[in-house]
């Protein structure tokens, strides 16, 4: 009995430690986009005191866009390289040092005066945070039973995506933006206190010292088979960051395109807004995943609600400010599948390569705000017209989500005790 409450001791640490890491880990992602405008404004205006607002008005949009994708490659190459310690290494080297890099790195972030040293420290950033969430759903996976998994991984995905709201909240109540980057890198800092009682994978310990190829990402590529389950899994999910990486973080922009005054939408109410309807879809996704015992159908059903959503953000959006937030949480309770996108990850691939895959395929679809952006900017040319543009977009990438989840497996209850030749 005494060994039972142990074991659950145990688990019950680690979930909660990739819960809070995860919490952090959004809680610094998309602090950027709460504060883009308050603190690009401010940096612009030292940097060049003697534009007009007019230019500074132009220049805020732009510049974030490319602040985004700075952050954006960074999580790139850092989900390859996280991901292949993680295998090579063990995942508590990735948990330890992934939250010391994006802890200094939000403490930095509150003391730039340049757009250059922003765009390096959100790339900096986005590194240091690529490790975080790959890392501790493959040690929650690999720690609890198959039948219950789901569950450890709903949790953290729950708690982690809440870190938003928080991040929203704090924007709204802290008056200075450089010191909501300075809360981000303490709560990391302390948090990482919290990590030295957790303990490693049994699955990685168990091949640590087998002569088996680990942390290999290229072996992903080596098989057709492997390599169409991954990119399915991927692109199922990049449907979630066209809806928050374009409509929820340009918010303010897109509002005015449909018909609400300036200023009437803010980038840390939308953001704040999403993440709340995120939070619950996350619990809902993840309980639904396990009442139904299928990770396949529930990503339809959310991929079908992402869609409609939408559809309603454009056709909806511009009627009123409390009608635009209300299709701002519906959107995101719609796009709040993380969990069990999550969880299909870490159950498609050996315990040779699972680090790997599952710390590179979010930040593959968070990397994806390159390509979107670079989609959309080629739509636009042809149309001229930013609304009409970005609804193609949004149709192009949605449609590519819909044929990779059919050609996606389920992955509910597999046994994960396998290496991949």
Not at 127 to 148: D, H
Not at 240 to 250: E, K
Request: proline residues 1%; charged residues 10%; glycine residues 12%.
């Amino acid at each position: 009995m005494q060994t039972n409450k142990t074991y659950s001791g145990k688990i019950s640490l680690l979930i909660i430690v990739a819960a809070l890491g995860y919490f952090v880990d959004i809680y610094d992602l998309l602090l950027f986009g709460v504060l883009r405008t308050e603190s690009l404004y401010d940096i612009l205006h030292h940097q060049y005191p003697n534009l007009s607002q007019q230019c500074l008005e132009h220049l805020n949009p732009m510049f974030g866009s490319q602040l985004l994708n700075w952050q954006m490659a960074g999580m790139l190459l850092g989900g390859i390289i996280w991901g292949i310690i993680g295998d090579k290494r063990g995942r508590l080297s990735v948990l330890f040092g992934s939250i010391i890099l994006y802890s200094i790195a939000n403490i930095l972030n509150g003391m730039v005066t340049t757009t250059g040293a922003y765009s390096f420290l959100r790339f900096f950033s986005g590194f240091g945070l690529a490790g975080e969430l790959g890392a501790g759903i493959t040690l929650v996976s690999e720690s609890m039973s198959k039948e219950k998994r789901g569950y450890g991984t709903m949790i953290v995905a729950t708690v982690g995506v809440f870190g938003a709201v928080v991040a929203g909240y704090t924007a709204e109540v802290v008056d200075n933006w450089r010191h909501s980057y300075y809360i981000g890198g303490a709560m990391g800092f302390g948090l990482l206190l919290l990590r030295i009682g957790v303990y490693e994978s049994g699955l990685f310990t168990g091949i640590k010292h087998e002569s088996v190829s680990r942390g290999n990402f290229f072996l992903i590529f080596k098989n057709r088979i492997r390599l169409k389950k991954y990119l399915s899994i991927i692109f199922v999910t990049v449907p979630v960051w066209y809806f928050i990486g374009t409509l929820v973080f340009f918010a303010p922009e897109f509002s005015v395109e449909l018909g609400l005054p300036k200023g009437a939408i803010t980038g840390g109410k939308a953001i704040m807004f999403a993440y709340m309807g995120i939070t619950c879809g996350d619990l809902t996704s993840g309980l639904l995943s396990q009442l139904l015992k299928s990770r396949k159908k529930t990503l339809g059903i959310y991929l079908v609600w992402t869609t409609l959503a939408v559809a309603l953000y454009f056709l909806l959006g511009g009627i009123s400010v409390f009608m635009f937030y209300a299709v701002i949480i519906f959107g995101g309770v719609a796009t709040g599948y993380w969990a069990v996108f999550m969880s299909t990850a870490a159950e498609s691939f050996g315990t040779n390569i699972r680090a790997t895959a599952t710390t590179t395929a979010p930040n593959f679809v968070r990397g994806s705000t390159i390509l979107i952006s670079f989609v959309l900017s080629m739509v636009t040319l042809c149309f001229h017209d930013k609304i009409t543009s970005t609804l193609i977009t949004g149709g192009i990438f949605i449609s590519i989500g819909f044929v990779a989840l059919y050609h996606l497996r389920d992955t509910f209850g597999v046994d994960l005790d396998y290496i991949e030749k």
